[in-house]
C-alpha cells in the first residue's frame, strides 16, 4: 500500500508538504497559524491535497505550543481529541517529531542530495530544543541516525518571554547588565527597573541560544531599533547599515560544558559599548558585529570538524536570510577547503521545515 507522509511544517511561516510515494505535494506559503485565516488555509490545504486518503506517517515539530503540532497530533486522533479518521487499513498514522533545527538543516541535505554526515550550523530566531530551552544558534552533526548537537551560542534569559521580539533593549539588558543602562536612553527608566528587578532575582524566564536575539540585541544596542514595529526590523536596519572595507571585529569566548562547546558573544557586547562610547562610527560598529559572528561561525566549524572528517557544512536558518552574513561565511569556509551548501530553491527561513520534517521522516523509515 502506498506510504503517505504529512510533514506539517512550522508555525509563524508555515508550507506543509505531502508525498505520496515519491510524489511530493507542497503547500503554500503561509504567514502565522496563529491568525485565523492563516490556520484555515492550512487545514483546508492539507485536507483537500489528501482528499478521501489519510496520511501513514505524520511529522511535526516538537514544539507543543504549535498550531502546526497541535493538528498534526489531533486530526487523526494521534493524540488528544479530533476526527475519527485513520490511516491505512483503520490504524492510526504514526507520528514523528523532528527537532525545529534538525529540519532547517536536513533541509539542505534533502535539497543538495548530501549524503550525511554534514555539519550543519543554523542560526535561527527560535526553535523549541530537545531540553526544553529555545534554541538558535547552533552547531548539529547530523548523521544517518538523527543528530547530535556539538556546540551552541550560551544560554541568554530572556526578560518577559517572548516579549524580547518586540522589544529587543530588553535583551540588552539580558547580555550586559547595568551596563546597558547608558545605551538604554528611550526606554521608559520604570521598564527599565522592571526588568533588572527581574534579572536580580531568581525568576524563572526562558533560556535562548537564538542568534537572532543576538542580532536584534545588537541593533537595540546601537538604538537602531529598541522596539520593532515589525519581524526582523532590527537586524534588517543592521544589516543595510554596515560599512564596506571593515575588517576588525569583536571577539568572544569559549568553553566546553559537559561535551558540548559553549559559545558565549557576551565579550561581543561589551566590545561594541566600549566602541559606542568611544563615539566609533555606528556603521562601523555595525560591520564589525557582522564580522564577529562570522569569525564564530567560521571559528566554531574548524575546531569541530578537527579530528573528525568533516567537510561538509550546511548553513540554515532564518539569520541567513542576512546576505553579509551568508556570503562572508560561505566565501571564508569555501576558502578553507569545506564544502558549503545552504537553502538556494528553498528559502532559509521556517518555510523549508516541512521539506526537513520530509526528510528525516524518511530516515526513520529506512531505519
Given amino acids: 500500500m502506498e506510504t503517505i507522509v504529512l510533514a506539517a511544517g512550522a508555525d509563524t511561516k508555515n508550507s506543509f508538504l505531502i508525498a505520496r510515494g515519491h510524489r511530493l505535494v507542497a503547500g503554500p506559503r503561509l504567514g502565522d497559524l496563529a491568525e485565523i485565516g492563516s490556520y484555515l488555509k492550512y487545514k483546508a490545504g492539507i485536507l483537500s491535497c489528501l482528499g478521501r486518503r489519510r496520511p501513514s506517517v505524520v511529522v511535526c515539530d516538537l514544539h507543543p505550543g504549535y498550531f502546526s503540532t497541535r493538528f498534526a497530533q489531533e486530526a487523526w486522533g494521534i493524540r488528544g481529541r479530533g476526527p475519527k479518521g485513520r490511516g491505512p487499513q483503520g490504524r492510526a498514522p504514526r507520528l514523528v517529531g523532528v527537532q525545529h533545527h534538525h ?161 558565549d558573544p557576551r565579550p561581543l557586547f561589551t566590545g561594541m559599548a566600549a566602541d559606542i562610547k568611544k563615539r566609533v562610527p555606528t556603521d562601523t560598529i555595525a560591520a564589525r558585529f557582522h564580522n564577529a559572528m562570522t569569525d564564530i561561525i567560521v571559528a566554531t566549524v574548524r575546531r569541530l570538524s578537527r579530528g573528525r572528517g568533516l567537510r561538509k557544512v550546511a548553513l540554515s536558518g532564518g539569520v541567513f536570510a542576512n546576505r553579509i552574513l551568508a556570503s562572508r561565511a560561505r566565501e571564508r569556509l569555501s576558502d578553507l577547503g569545506f564544502r558549503v551548501f545552504t537553502n538556494e530553491r528553498l528559502p532559509v527561513n521556517d518555510w523549508n521545515i516541512a521539506w526537513g520534517q520530509y526528510y528525516v521522516s524518511g530516515r526513520s523509515r529506512k531505519d
Avoid at 542530495?113 to 530551552?133: A, K, N
Avoid at 547530523?142 to 518577559?160: D, Q, S, V
Avoid at 518571554?161 to 520604570?190: C, H, N, Q, T, Y
Wanted: net charge positive.
Fill in 103 to 263: 529540519a532547517h538543516i536536513a533541509s539542505v541535505i534533502q535539497e543538495h542530495h548530501l549524503i550525511p554526515p554534514v555539519l550543519g550550523v543554523c542560526f535561527d530566531g527560535t526553535g523549541y530544543g530537545v531540553d526544553g530551552r529555545l534554541w538558535g544558534g547552533e552547531f548539529l552533526l547530523i548523521g544517518r541516525r538523527g543528530f547530535r548537537r556539538l556546540a551552541h551560542l550560551k544560554y541568554m534569559r530572556m526578560p518577559g518571554a517572548e516579549r524580547v521580539v518586540r522589544e529587543p533593549w530588553r535583551m540588552v539588558l539580558s547580555i550586559l547588565g547595568d551596563a546597558a543602562l547608558p545605551f538604554l536612553k528611550g526606554i521608559k527608566r520604570a521598564d527599565r527597573d522592571a526588568v533588572r528587578v527581574m534579572l536580580s532575582r531568581d525568576i524563572p524566564m526562558p533560556l535562548t541560544s537564538s542568534a537572532g536575539r543576538l542580532f536584534d540585541a545588537a541593533a537595540a544596542l546601537l538604538g537602531l531599533c529598541p522596539c520593532a514595529a515589525y519581524e526582523a526590523q532590527g537586524p534588517m536596519e543592521l544589516e543595510r547599515l554596515c560599512r564596506r572595507g571593515v575588517v576588525r571585529s569583536y571577539a568572544h569566548r569559549s568553553s566546553r560544558q559537559e561535551g558540548v562547546l559553549v559559545i
